[in-house]
């Protein structure tokens, strides 16, 4: 099945050929990367046309300074194959990471599937919270684990994904606005019925450094975070517990009711808020659940082994995850 890669660029110049030689080297050749040089400064460009003299796999799109949703959405228009991936200008894949993600998705059951990812700096070792990031992530191996955590964090590597053209297009492709365009996608597409997996393998090597987007763009904070599952949860569950007065907790609480959803109260394992209201909602200790009614618990809390522990709290009592409760943190 044939595939083009979209690849954008901007003042990537240290990086660029490490990327592209990373997708000229892999073991899945029938492909077209089509390389969007979005208003480089630097010479970017240059090394991409440089590229396209060597290989005639390779096309150079010179876009202008679009951003990235534009430059991918530019790129989605020329797109005439089955199948599309993604790369990032920093980033490097390993050899097979196409050949086994074509594979994948020849089986008919998935529009998209992402990779285990090996994070790295090339300054110093990365942060411990991005490594366990990337470990989390590489754990989703089924569309099942995905849908499950899709509104903990964005559940899958955009820069890995191969993804069915068609389903892309049926949604819309990536849209722009105040939040982080991946995991708005990925939203987007199970919300319509798409499945998404992540494969078990290493197979992309995803850079980090003090440039990333994700560390200087206000769509990748906190609070866009909260913004964008707010949006989603509000259409899944119109009655809703908080477990956990958490930051994410709290957050939640505010947006989702301005979205008109019921929010019944919060439960707490912390006996000093128990008993008080917050958001001038009730505090009820979890074996009081029952006493805030009806309405879907989204489990709020993200210390360390608060998921798995919450997870057998429900569990022990008979009550289904995605049925009785969702975990957002």
Known sequence: MRLTILLPARDAAPTIDAAVASLLAQTWTDFRLLALDDGSKDDTGAHLEAWARKDARVEVVHTGALGLVGALN???ARVDTPLLARMDADDESLPTRLEKSVAALERGALSGVGTGVEIFRDDRPPSPNLVAYGRWLSSLTSSEL?????????PLCHPSMTLVTEAVRAVGGWRDGAFPEDWELWLRLMEAGHRLACLPEVL?????HDRRLTRQDERY????HLDLKADYLSRCFPKVILWGATDTGRGLSRRLRARGVTVRGFVELNPRKLGQRIHDLPVVAPDALESLGDGHV??????KGARDDIREWFRAH???EGEHFTVVA
Do not use: I, T
Not at 146 to 154: I, K, Y
Not at 204 to 208: G, T
Not at 298 to 303: E, Q, T
């Open 221 to 224: 904070s906190l609070e866009r």
């Open 74 to 76: 530019l790129g989605l």
């Open 298 to 303: 989204l489990s709020c809390v993200a210390a």
């Open 204 to 208: 992309h090597r995803w850079r980090d």
């Open 318 to 320: 008979g009550l289904k």
């Open 146 to 154: 995905v849908f499950r955590d899709r509104f903990v964090e964005s």
